[in-house]
Structures are given as structure tokens and as C-alpha cells.
């Protein structure tokens, strides 16, 4: 279960940076900003997992004796990719009108990582379903206080958060390898 929490804090760094930039560039109300970015990003972060989790069953009894490689091979290419982020722009700089389309957008983008992650669901000894529950309720709680901190701060924890997230990713990556 720790392992879990781990991933679902790991994961949620992508939205949470997302939402942080939100929260710092929009006019909408705070309340409803944050609603927003917690319910999209939360459902999207929570069922991609699920979707590679599916994907790996699919495909892990031919891959079974290589599943930990590929497992820490996709956390580590996240994770790179997420540490690369924190160091470039996010595309919520140019956006001062937040629709549900964009939303949509914005959620499936900081997913697609998650459903690459959800293939190292099957190699951990616990309920998927319960997994990705967490991993969405997690998210959501940290896109909400996102939009906050954003409000409140600025944008000096965005880039922070990412690089956290994709570290995080990493050691896990080594973990499942190592262990």
C-alpha cells in the first residue's frame, strides 16, 4: 500500500504543476478553478492507470520474465521526461481562458504518463482498481490545492513539484528493477 501512495503522490505531480500554473493565470473563481482542475485531472489520472494496468495484463505472460525491465524502463523514461519538464515553460503559460476543452486537453497530457505507469500495477500484489482509486483521489486533492497555492503564490512551485514527481518515479522505477 505504501508503494502505492508513493506512485499516486509521484503521478499527481504532473497535475499539480499543472494546476498550480492554473491557479496562478486565471480569473475565474478560486472555487471553481480548483473544482475543475481536481475533477478532470483526478478522473483522467485515475483511469489511465487502470488502462495500462489492462494493457500490461495483456501482455505479461509474454513479457513475464522482462516485466521488471520494462517497468523500470517506462518509470524511468517518465520520470526523465517529467525532471525535463520542470526545466521547460508548460503550456498553461499561454492560456488565460480555461474551457472544458482545454481541460480535457490539459488532463489527457498529464495522463498519458500515468497510463504508462499503470503497467507497474502489475507487478505490485494489490487490488488495480483500489490502486487507481487512489491515484485519482490523490490527484485530485493536490490538483485542487494546485490551483490554490497557485492563487496564492505564484508560479515558483511549479517546476519544483514536476522534478519531485519525476525523481519519485524514478526510485520507484529502481525498486520494482532491484527488488
Wanted: with cysteine; charged share 10%; hydrophobic share 60%.
Amino acid at each position: 500500500m505504501f508503494e502505492i501512495l508513493i506512485l499516486a503522490l509521484a503521478l499527481s505531480m504532473d497535475a499539480f504543476a499543472v494546476s498550480i500554473g492554473l491557479g496562478s493565470k486565471q480569473h475565474k473563481p478560486l472555487k471553481v478553478m480548483a473544482l475543475m482542475a481536481a475533477t478532470y485531472f483526478g478522473i483522467f489520472q485515475g483511469v489511465m492507470p487502470l488502462l495500462g494496468y489492462l494493457g500490461g495484463r495483456g501482455v505479461f505472460g509474454w513479457i513475464e520474465s522482462f516485466a521488471p525491465w520494462v517497468a523500470w524502463f517506462l518509470l524511468m523514461l517518465i520520470g526523465a521526461k517529467m525532471i525535463y519538464e520542470s526545466f521547460a515553460e508548460g503550456i498553461e503559460e499561454d492560456l488565460s481562458n480555461i474551457t472544458h476543452k482545454v481541460m480535457l486537453t490539459l488532463a489527457i497530457a498529464t495522463s498519458i504518463d500515468a497510463m504508462a505507469a499503470g503497467f507497474s500495477l502489475t507487478l505490485m500484489a494489490i487490488n488495480p482498481f483500489l490502486a487507481c482509486l487512489i491515484i485519482g483521489v490523490i490527484t485530485f486533492l493536490f490538483s485542487a490545492l494546485g490551483v490554490i497555492v497557485g492563487k496564492v503564490s505564484g508560479t515558483w512551485l511549479e517546476s519544483k513539484a514536476e522534478l519531485l514527481g519525476g525523481v519519485v518515479l524514478i526510485l520507484i522505477g529502481f525498486k520494482i528493477l532491484l527488488f
